[in-house]
């Protein structure tokens, strides 16, 4: 079954929704120049009140080292995600100093472009000035054969469309955010919906 990843979660409310969906990952964003940026203090007090069964994943942006590895070391999150410009030195790095599985974020535009990649998943994404969250869909022929790592398939991915993705590529994960909120907030209705048809989708 595809796993599901709900991104951008910032409030006690979107927790309380999370809850009742039962995605298998939420993330939260740890840039602070973003607006759905959370702080590590209230990200910690948010995974205190979400279920023990879902993950919890830290998205960082080209952050220094020591910033991941003091949240990884308070137990906040379960995953780190790269969304960066974070080269291969940078992961080894990290990955000498967490236990935690690490996501590295892979833009495509007109085609794929993957060299080697210590991190233990890829993301793929829309290529995007905002580095994520932009709604903005790209084609799923482009890495519909792609089997050398497990990945996250993210990009304007919601519950009008995620029936259609699923029947050109098979992820590990789906990963959506922007496209479960309404004015510009997590929609609870939109939340359980698209973990609903995923999990009606990819019942096998």
């Known amino acids: ?14 927790i309380e929704a999370a809850n009742a969906a039962k995605p298998d990952y939420v993330g939260f964003i740890f840039v602070p120049a973003t607006k759905r940026y959370v702080k590590p203090d209230l990200a910690a007090s948010f995974r205190r009140d979400l279920a023990a069964d879902i993950q919890t994943v830290g998205v960082f942006v080209n952050a220094p080292i020591e910033e991941i590895v003091a949240i990884c070391q308070v137990g906040t999150i379960d995953l780190v995600q790269l969304h960066g ?16 599985d690490i996501i590295k974020s892979v833009a495509v535009g007109d085609e794929l472009v ?53 029947k050109v590529v098979r992820p590990y994960a789906v990963d959506a955010s922007s496209s479960l909120e309404t004015d510009g907030v997590k929609d609870p209705v939109k939340m359980q919906e698209f973990v609903a048809k995923i999990r009606e989708v990819t019942h096998d």
């Open 85 to 100: 410009e974070e080269d291969q030195a940078y992961i080894a790095h990290l990955k000498g100093q967490v236990d935690q």
């Open 114 to 166: 993957v060299g080697p990649n210590q991190a233990d998943y890829l993301l793929f994404d829309s290529l995007s000035p905002s580095r994520g969250g932009s709604g903005k869909v790209f084609d799923w022929q482009i890495v519909s054969s792609y089997q050398e790592k497990p990945f996250f398939l993210a990009g304007g991915l919601g519950v009008e469309n995620i029936e259609e993705a699923l």
């Open 1 to 14: 079954m595809v796993k599901v990843k709900i991104c951008g979660l910032r409030r006690p409310e979107d």
